[in-house]
């Protein structure tokens, strides 16, 4: 096989394996979610590939195909005064679901919960799957954030019931 036809058999296998991985954790999502009570105006997504791919699940998981909605300030190029200035556009909502990429959320979320840094190295390293519920009084973030969870994706099967891979 050449390594052109190799690696185009590896990215659809990657492809693949991301759509079931997005499948599971959607429910596992949706779990939490319902369990806390919480359902969202509008889920706001990068317009990369794999995270639109796991926006999409998310979306017709809960039934919000329509509140779906690719924001530059989510991409990988994207800053975090980039992402809070995008998001200003949504004050009148209350409730928001972003998907994303690290190192971004970390760093924004860093910068949410201690604004007084200035963008200062305060950074989560959020893996894969994970979520989590930040409260703020709103944008632009004058005052500290409430940090009032945050879950891994073996963390959220557990929630689901699925206890999954160790």
């Known amino acids: 096989m050449l390594p052109r036809e190799i690696m185009r058999r590896v990215r ?32 706001l997504t990068s317009p990369i590939l794999r995270a639109r791919q796991t926006a999409d699940i998310l979306a017709a998981t809960l039934g919000m195909e329509r509140r779906l909605e690719e924001i530059s300030g989510l991409s990988t190029e994207s800053s975090v005064e980039h992402l809070l200035f995008g998001l200003t556009r949504y004050q009148d909502r209350e409730h928001l679901l972003l998907v994303g990429h690290q190192p971004l959320l970390g760093e924004t ?5 201690d604004p007084s840094r200035g ?12 979520l989590c519920r930040l409260e703020i009084d709103g944008l632009p973030v004058t005052k500290p954030g409430v940090l009032h969870w945050l879950m891994t994706a073996k963390q959220l099967r557990l929630l689901a019931g699925r206890p999954g891979k160790n």
């Open 119 to 130: 963008g200062g190295k305060l950074e989560f390293d959020l893996r894969k799957g994970s």
């Open 12 to 43: 659809e296998i990657q492809v693949r394996t991301g759509r079931h991985v997005a499948d599971v954790l959607a429910g596992e999502y949706v779990s939490v979610f319902r369990g806390a009570g919480i359902e969202f105006d509008a889920i």
């Open 109 to 113: 979320l860093g910068y949410i919960i």
